[in-house]
DNA sequence: ATTTAAATTTAGGCAAATCTAAAAATTTGT
DNA sequence: ACAAATTTTTAGATTTGCCTAAATTTAAAT
């Protein structure tokens, strides 16, 4: 498998619920910042290796065995994460793109040692899950800060826009995986939410309210 | 840089003692299993880039720049190769096919972390020396173990040879870096040498001592 | 010092991964 | 339901890294 190979699967595996969804080529040069064109021929060869199901203009989803090969690629990237993270003491923001580079690396005896190494995690720094050798993992109880009811109460575990941008913003305001947060209140006008978080009081915007994963306790 | 221009100045400075003797496109080819004439075709690539200083029919030397780039591939190659003995518990034959994956990663700050992480360490597992990161290492005062006179006492260093095969030969023979040895006697017959080390005495071939460097205490 | 052998380069070609521009299919709007 | 807009694919070109086969240069041998 080559590098672009890997990559197109990945995406097809993020845009389309895990490959399960048909997915347009148009979205898939888009998150890889290709053209629709590129695409079609690398879909076309995935098709080939049975990687992905593929008819023409109808979009794309992945097969039995791409879906393994996503899984295992998440795996890798995931791991990586946490040993930069954890081992290497960088901030959850710069791991991301050293993560794509990392997660290519062919040696399934290096992943499996990393991953004894680092403990078994099973999430990474964004609070997203890591697929264990076999493909699996179990789907964390989380829900979006916005959609969960006023007075709920529980621990931030995760991220779902997980730029660096984002992520910097929560570094700056205090807020971490972790963190107690309640919802106090939402305020209908423009949709943003007071919280409290730790012993704080704060208030955050939807679009921040809606990438934030918490575990209701 | 592309992963084959790395692996090209790699070879390059391997074989023509660190990039300042000349070596033939031929020698490049045969280390890196390719065409002589695909060679050519890199080296010119190269010398376009100021790496490398190439004359037709003359052979490659590595520029000043040429030299920098090598050096900084052999550090993340071997500290890779450290973290991969030390940290994921590889044995030491098994580390080299994945830190060829691994030195091609892009980030100096990761290779910064992964050197401090691991202790600034002075050597790979082999004994080669690790560059810092301004290219600098000392040239270790090590001698090879067939070229040392007779009752010359040691610690063992490293290995010439690095290949999967003469390392598990180690291993079976309880020959590891670390061992105390003495030169006892030299078969002039056959040039193989009989040494004490820990408390064993071996009779070994004069293929294994060339390949074993001694520090002489 | 030629001739022969070996090493090296050139020329031309191929496959992968990408692109642009044009053609074809699908979707949308009225 | 049909024309217009959008999406998707095809066709043809480019770049990179590699190859084979032929030509050229250098080295070796008599």
Redesign the pocket.
Same mark, same amino acid.
């Given at each position: 498998m @080559?590098? %672009?190979?890997e990559?197109?699967i990945k995406a097809i595996f993020h845009l389309g619920n895990k490959g399960t969804v048909a997915v347009? @080529?148009?979205?898939i040069?888009e998150l890889?910042? @290709?053209?629709? %064109? %590129?695409? @079609?021929?690398?879909? #076309? #060869?995935l098709a080939e290796k049975n990687l992905v199901h593929? #008819? #023409?203009?109808?979009?794309?989803t992945l097969s039995e065995l791409g879906v393994k090969v996503a899984l295992g690629i998440i795996r890798k990237h995931r791991l990586w994460e946490v040993f930069l993270v954890e081992k290497l003491d960088f901030s959850w923001d710069e791991v991301h793109e050293i993560a794509e580079q990392l997660e290519h690396i062919k040696s399934e005896k290096l992943i499996d040692k990393l991953d004894t190494f680092l403990n078994h995690p099973k999430f990474d720094p964004h609070g997203d899950p890591i697929p264990d050798k076999n493909g699996l993992f179990k789907p964390a109880d989380r829900k979006l800060l916005s959609e969960v009811p006023v007075n709920s109460n529980g621990i931030c575990v995760g991220v779902k826009d997980s730029s660096s941008a984002f992520l910097k913003f929560l570094d700056k305001n205090k807020i971490a995986l972790g963190d107690v947060i309640t919802v106090l209140e939402k305020e209908e006008f423009d949709n943003s939410f007071y919280i409290k978080i730790g012993d704080r009081r704060e208030h955050i915007s939807n679009q921040i309210a809606s990438n934030l994963f918490i575990k209701i306790s």
């Open positions: @080559t590098h %672009s190979e990559n197109h347009s @080529t148009n979205a040069a890889m910042e @290709t053209k629709p %064109s %590129s695409v @079609t021929d690398m879909v #076309k #060869k593929y #008819k #023409k203009y109808q979009g794309v």
